[in-house]
């Protein structure tokens, strides 16, 4: 948006899932750009964030949001996590 964009938000949880969104792209992203975009209308806003590394298979999509999921069990975190 061309202004600023200000929203009342849980202002840990949503930095917690910002950095998060933000180290993925970083260590999945194939050292390539990361996009971050911004987006609101006078009742919300969107953040997104997107990296151009390899992506998941559709059988990996299916488990995204599983707890502790790994698309690559061999891989080993580098920079921590939640």
């Given at each position: 948006?061309?202004?600023p964009?200000?929203a009342?938000?849980?202002?840990?949880?949503?930095?917690?899932?910002?950095?998060?969104?933000?180290?993925?792209?970083?260590?999945?992203?194939?050292?390539?750009?990361i996009?971050?975009?911004?987006?609101?209308?006078?009742?919300?806003?969107?953040?997104?964030?997107?990296?151009?590394?390899?992506?998941?298979?559709?059988?990996?999509?299916?488990?995204?949001?599983?707890?502790?999921?790994?698309?690559?069990?061999?891989?080993?975190?580098?920079?921590?996590?939640?």
């Amino acid at each position: 948006p061309s202004t600023p964009v200000t929203a009342e938000v849980e202002q840990i949880r949503i930095g917690r899932i910002l950095r998060n969104l933000i180290v993925n792209a970083i260590e999945h992203g194939e050292k390539k750009n990361i996009d971050v975009y911004v987006a609101a209308t006078a009742e919300s806003c969107a953040v997104s964030v997107r990296d151009h590394g390899v992506g998941l298979t559709a059988d990996q999509v299916e488990h995204v949001f599983d707890r502790f999921w790994r698309g690559d069990p061999s891989r080993r975190r580098t920079l921590g996590g939640t």
